[in-house]
């Protein structure tokens, strides 16, 4: 599996997740970009600075435009709730989920059938949260990556954006048939500053071509042609 592209299906993830976001508060500084909120019904309170709308909502902020049933926002508090067959656009960029919160300024939260897509590459978990001063992504129930290369699953799956570092835990699972490769363990974590390095742990194995090494510790390196070479550590392999 290309890593690299694991790490930038991280991103679409993350970019997806800021979609609605971007369509409903407007940061400090904004640059200005037009705003539109549409519904059947819409209510403000400039006191409180609670906003509601319902029935066919449409929130749209520069190319970003998002749909629901029902969306809350407060002014004062930035916290906010979409719901009811959320979609968002912007660009190549798509998201879909149940209901998506922004929980302040820079944390949001989308749950319930969370799918995104950018281009080739896709997310889909039952929950993830994004926090955007740490360009930190987690997806607590699990989750699935998959790009024209291959698709990586774990229970648990975090990426930090700007170390280029993404990390599965529990049955973590990745397979590839472009680079037939597959392989697994209890945890996945891909160091992308370190020339794609990704390391397999506890009960790791790894399959290519004819080729099986189980291991407590298994390391894939890829090669400049993004080619998979593996190494054991720690207990020795049993070829099968």
């Not at 539109?36 to 319902?54: C, I, S």
């Not at 970003?64 to 809350?72: D, F, G, L």
């Not at 969370?114 to 039952?126: E, L, N």
């Not at 048939?177 to 794609?196: I, R």
Request: glycine fraction near 12%.
């Amino acid at each position: 599996m290309d890593f690299r592209r694991t790490r930038k299906a991280l991103l679409a993830a993350l970019l997806a997740l800021s979609l609605a976001s971007a369509a409903v508060a407007a940061p400090e500084g904004d640059s200005g970009e037009a705003s539109e909120l549409r519904g059947d019904t819409v209510e403000y309170d400039m006191k409180t600075g609670e906003m509601r709308a319902t029935g066919n909502v449409m929130l749209k902020r520069g190319n970003t435009v998002a749909y629901c049933s029902v969306a809350t926002y407060n002014t004062n508090t930035q916290q906010g709730r979409m719901e009811g067959g959320v979609s968002a656009d912007r660009d190549d960029m798509h998201l879909v989920c149940d209901v998506f919160y922004i929980d302040s300024s820079t944390a949001f939260r989308a749950e319930g059938h969370v799918h995104g897509t950018k281009a080739d590459r896709s997310f889909r978990g039952p929950r993830a949260e994004y926090f955007t001063d740490q360009e930190y992504i987690r997806l607590t129930e699990g989750g699935t990556i998959t790009t024209s290369d291959g698709v990586f699953s774990a229970d648990f799956m975090e990426g930090w954006l700007q170390d280029n570092h993404c990390k599965g835990v529990g049955n973590a699972h990745i397979v590839s048939p472009a680079k037939n490769f597959e392989g697994g363990g209890d945890t996945a974590e891909y160091f992308g500053q370190e020339s794609g390095r990704v390391v397999l742990s506890g009960n790791a194995w790894g399959v290519q071509n004819n080729n099986t090494l189980r291991s407590e510790r298994l390391t894939v390196y890829l090669n400049e042609k993004g080619q998979a070479s593996m190494k054991t550590g720690g207990a020795a392999p049993a070829a099968e």
